[in-house]
């Protein structure tokens, strides 16, 4: 063998396992979006941000994540098949993540509102909802306009600080932000807050599941609010499809009447 064709022979052999050491970096660094089922059909897989701390639409039961949206999501993903990973964080943090793509979509009781609309996309409205005003029991407020003066509480990043501040700036009240509901009604009952503003269906819900023990009332009737919807991270327009078609096919069947059913029966 000549020095010509040896040198040949040679970079051919580097070069061949130049292409497998990149083939396989590769395959190490990807990440699948798809999911295969015990018949081997292929499910496209999504990630879903969602709070854990907000029933009846997000709470952990025997360590896992369930509640109305949960349930609501999973059912749609079976509709237009996908598959869930899902994804714990603070409400706050939920719009952020979607425009930095670290989530596909988020669900938690999401108002669509159009500042929201400017960065991510929503489902079609899959809830009507509404703001209470909440205090304890035996409080002195019976009405808006016993607020003056006083402390109001509401979670960060919501509708209900919207409502806050205005009531705070009506009434010359002060505002304190918090991230979660039990911490704010902890606020209310340790005696560091007149009031509480939060989304009627959790309210209803707590003291529906507190019963007799319950230390809270509700003052007036709903503020009216946005109706619920699914964010979906901007340019998902095909998602966006899959699961309005989904949820449509779930109302259609009179399963979403079911499921509604199972957590805010009268």
Same mark, same amino acid.
């Given at each position: 063998?000549?020095?010509?064709?040896?040198?040949?022979?040679?970079?051919?052999?580097?070069?061949?396992?130049?292409?497998?050491?990149? +083939?396989?970096?590769?395959? &190490?660094? =990807?990440?699948? @979006?798809?999911?295969?089922?015990?018949? &081997?059909?292929?499910?496209?897989?999504?990630?879903?941000? +969602?709070?854990?701390?907000?029933?009846?639409?997000?709470?952990?039961?025997?360590?896992?994540?369930?509640? $109305?949206?949960?349930? #609501?999501?999973?059912?749609?993903? @079976?509709?237009?098949?996908?598959?869930?990973?899902?994804?714990?964080?603070? $409400?706050?943090?939920?719009?952020?993540?979607?425009?930095?793509?670290?989530?596909?979509?988020?669900?938690? +009781?999401?108002?669509?509102?159009?500042?929201?609309?400017?960065?991510?996309?929503?489902?079609?409205? %899959?809830?009507?909802?509404?703001? /209470?005003?909440?205090?304890?029991?035996?409080?002195?407020?019976?009405?808006?306009?016993?607020?003056?003066?006083?402390?109001?509480?509401?979670?960060?990043?919501? /509708?209900? #600080?919207?409502?806050?501040?205005?009531?705070?700036?009506? %009434?010359? +009240?002060?505002?304190?932000?918090?991230?979660?509901?039990?911490?704010?009604?902890?606020?209310?009952?340790?005696?560091?807050?007149?009031?509480?503003?939060?989304?009627?269906?959790?309210?209803? %819900?707590?003291?529906?599941?507190?019963?007799?023990? /319950?230390?809270?009332? #509700?003052?007036?009737?709903?503020?009216?609010?946005?109706?619920? =919807?699914?964010?979906?991270?901007? =340019?998902?327009?095909?998602?966006?499809?899959?699961?309005?078609?989904?949820?449509?096919?779930?109302?259609? /069947?009179?399963?979403?009447?079911?499921?509604?059913?199972? %957590?805010?029966?009268?």
């Amino acid at each position: 063998m000549n020095k010509q064709r040896k040198n040949t022979f040679v970079q051919k052999g580097i070069l061949i396992v130049l292409v497998g050491v990149i +083939a396989l970096v590769l395959a &190490g660094c =990807g990440t699948s @979006d798809t999911t295969s089922n015990a018949s &081997g059909e292929t499910k496209e897989e999504i990630i879903v941000a +969602a709070v854990q701390d907000y029933p009846p639409f997000e709470y952990k039961e025997d360590g896992k994540l369930t509640g $109305f949206d949960v349930e #609501l999501v999973e059912a749609i993903a @079976d509709k237009a098949n996908l598959s869930v990973k899902w994804k714990t964080m603070k $409400f706050d943090g939920i719009i952020p993540a979607l425009q930095a793509n670290q989530v596909d979509a988020a669900v938690s +009781a999401i108002g669509i509102r159009e500042d929201r609309l400017e960065v991510v996309h929503f489902s079609d409205p %899959y809830f009507e909802s509404g703001l /209470s005003l909440i205090t304890l029991k035996d409080s002195a407020v019976e009405e808006e306009a016993d607020l003056e003066g006083k402390t109001i509480v509401a979670k960060q990043g919501t /509708s209900s #600080l919207k409502l806050a501040n205005e009531l705070a700036e009506k %009434y010359n +009240a002060k505002v304190t932000k918090l991230q979660d509901d039990a911490t704010m009604y902890m606020e209310l009952e340790n005696g560091n807050a007149d009031a509480v503003i939060n989304d009627y269906p959790s309210v209803a %819900y707590k003291i529906n599941q507190d019963g007799g023990d /319950s230390k809270l009332r #509700l003052v007036g009737d709903k503020y009216p609010s946005e109706d619920y =919807g699914i964010a979906i991270s901007k =340019g998902s327009e095909e998602l966006v499809d899959k699961i309005n078609t989904g949820l449509q096919e779930l109302k259609d /069947s009179g399963e979403f009447d079911e499921l509604y059913s199972k %957590y805010f029966a009268e």
